[in-house]
């Protein structure tokens, strides 16, 4: 990763492997009249939910935290 991918490349990664664990971890614990919703949003945040005329690394943060967010959220209120 060192030598072939750049600052951004390793802040993407660093991101992604970071919110991983927590979103297993949510993702495991959506109510099953949840699971269909959560995969979907999912989805969104982690491939759809991008401006091409921003820098990605932002947007791709600002995507965990608000999937993460959504995901502890559907479990409060399963709660």
């Given at each position: 990763m060192k030598k072939f991918f750049s600052p951004e490349d390793r802040e993407y990664m660093r991101i992604d492997m970071g919110s991983a664990p927590i979103i297993v971890l949510l993702?495991?614990?959506?109510?099953?009249?949840?699971?269909?919703?959560?995969?979907i949003l999912y989805l969104w945040?982690?491939?759809?939910?991008?401006?091409?005329?921003?820098?990605?690394?932002?947007?791709?943060?600002?995507?965990?935290?608000?999937?993460?967010?959504?995901?502890?959220?559907?479990?409060e209120v399963s709660t």
């Open positions: 993702m495991k614990n959506v109510p099953e009249a949840e699971q269909k919703r959560a995969i945040y982690r491939f759809s939910d991008f401006d091409l005329d921003r820098p990605l690394v932002e947007q791709y943060r600002q995507n965990a935290f608000k999937l993460i967010a959504a995901l502890k959220k559907m479990q």
